[in-house]
């Protein structure tokens, strides 16, 4: 069966640091990838999604970069992390005609 | 623009039924999902609508009218553990990232 992976589950970080969320699955292969953030009781933000390795999408132009290095692996990064960027991260796939799947989500607070 | 409107909020006691509408206006449509997320936790998938009318899978159902635009999640026999936020989601497009809703939080009380 598939399974996702994100990590960390929460994260506190001051303004102007780095940021690296990192997202995997298991028992599929070539997944579409996203990133979607939720700002508190707020809908869901599509980040960036990638259809194949090294194949990013982005929907909102922001300090934030997405990287796929391997098929099964989404990478979420900041290299100076603003207070807005504050949110619950989340991680998901799918295939062709399938539902979306997401991970547990990343709550991040910028201090 | 693409956009989908749902209510915000919506209350309801037990064993009721509740609907949650869902209007959408997007540069293309393949299909309406609906998404349910309890506080703190990532969304689950609840249903699939690609084709005009009602899918139905235990308590809850969820219909489509393509030409209105329009589709919603009607959830029966309404117990505690479903108040929670309740997301449609559109599929624009092939090979794109689903459009989702704000969301409609779900009360129920007993």
């Known amino acids: 069966s598939q399974t996702i992976h994100q990590w960390p589950a929460t994260l506190v970080q001051p303004v102007g640091s780095p940021l690296s969320l990192e997202c995997t699955v298991e028992?599929?292969?070539?997944?579409?990838l996203y990133w979607y953030r939720q700002a508190a009781g707020r809908g869901l933000q599509l980040l960036f999604y990638?259809?194949?390795?090294?194949?990013i999408s982005s929907e909102v132009p922001q300090n934030l970069s997405a990287s796929r290095p391997q098929d099964r692996q989404f990478i979420l990064s900041s290299k100076k992390l603003l207070l807005s960027d504050s949110g619950f991260y989340l991680c998901?796939?799918?295939?062709?005609?399938?539902?979306?799947?997401f991970g547990n989500g990343t709550r991040l607070t910028v201090t | 623009g693409q956009s989908l409107e749902q209510p915000s909020e919506v209350t309801a006691v037990e064993g009721a039924i509740v609907q949650i509408n869902c209007t959408y206006q997007?540069?293309?449509?393949?299909?309406l999902s609906w998404y349910q997320q309890h506080d703190g936790g990532a969304p689950t998938f609840l249903s699939y609508?690609?084709?005009?009318g009602l899918e139905e899978t235990g308590r809850f159902s969820s219909f489509l009218s393509r030409s209105d635009s329009y589709g919603y999640l009607l959830l029966q026999e309404l117990q505690m553990k479903d108040s929670a936020s309740y997301f449609c989601?559109?599929?624009?497009?092939?090979?794109?990232?689903?459009?989702f809703g704000k969301g409609t939080t779900l009360s129920v009380s007993s």
């Open positions: 990638s259809v194949g390795i090294g194949q």
């Open positions: 989601a559109v599929t624009a497009q092939a090979g794109t990232a689903l459009i």
């Open positions: 609508n690609a084709l005009d």
């Open positions: 997007t540069s293309g449509f393949y299909g």
């Open positions: 028992g599929t292969s070539n997944p579409n």
């Open positions: 998901a796939w799918s295939v062709p005609n399938s539902p979306l799947h």
